[in-house]
C-alpha cells in the first residue's frame, strides 16, 4: 500500500476545504524532521484525519522515533477506535523505549546522582509524602494480585530472556552501600516474595546441572564453561 500517497491526498483535501467544525492543526512536514512553524507546513484536520495521518506517518517511517512517540500518543486520545491500530502504537512504543533505554543515547547511562541530588530528591519525596505510607492493601487488593500473579505463566525461554533484560538494563547502574542494605532489609524473612518457596529450576543442557532460574543466565546456557564457545574454555 502506497501510504506517502494517502498521506498526501489527506492533506491536499484539507487544504482545499473551509473548516465549520472543530479541527486540530497538523505539521505537513514534522518538525522533527526539518517541518516549520510556517502556514505553508500547517493544515487544519478533523481529530480523526488528524489520527490517521499520524499514523501514515509512522508507516511511511516505521524507524523514525519520533514518528512512534506521536502515533502511540494520538492512540491514547481516542477510546473509540481500532484495537488493532491501539496494538500497533502500543507494541512499536514498547519496544522503542526498551532500544532507547539499553542504547547510549539514554541520557543517564553509565551516571549517578551526587550526593546533593541525592538529598534533594529525598526531601522532596519526603515533603511530598508517600500515599502508601502507613496504608495496607486489602485483603481483597492482595487476592486479586495473588490471582493475577498466578495466571502468567511464563516459558522457561521467556524467563530467559526476561531475566537477561532485567541484568542488560541494570549495567553500569551503581547503587550505593545505603541502598544495598535498605534492600537487605527489605527483604529479611517473610518480607522476601521467595520466603518459604524453591525457586524453579532449569536444567543446563551444557552441564546438566539445575540451576535456580534467576542464576540460569548468568552462568550457565551459552554462559557455561561446558559450551564449546565459551570464553572459560
Known sequence: ?????????????????????????HHIIPKSMGGDNSSKNIVELTSREHFIVHWLLYRIYPNESSMIYSFWMMSNRFKNFSSIAYEEARINFSKAISEHMLSNKHPFRGKTHSDKTKELISM???????KWNGRLHTKESKKKMSESAKNRDMSEDDLIKRNKKVSESTLGVKKSDEHKKNIAIAKIGNKNPMYGKKAKRLTCQHCNREIAVNMYSRYHGDKCKYYPNSLDV
Do not use: P
Not at 12 to 25: P, T
Open 1 to 25: 500500500m502506497d501510504y506517502q500517497r494517502i498521506y498526501n491526498q489527506i492533506i491536499e483535501r484539507a487544504k482545499s476545504r473551509i473548516n465549520k467544525g472543530y479541527v486540530e492543526k
Open 124 to 130: 522532596k519525596r519526603k515533603l511530598q509524602g508517600n
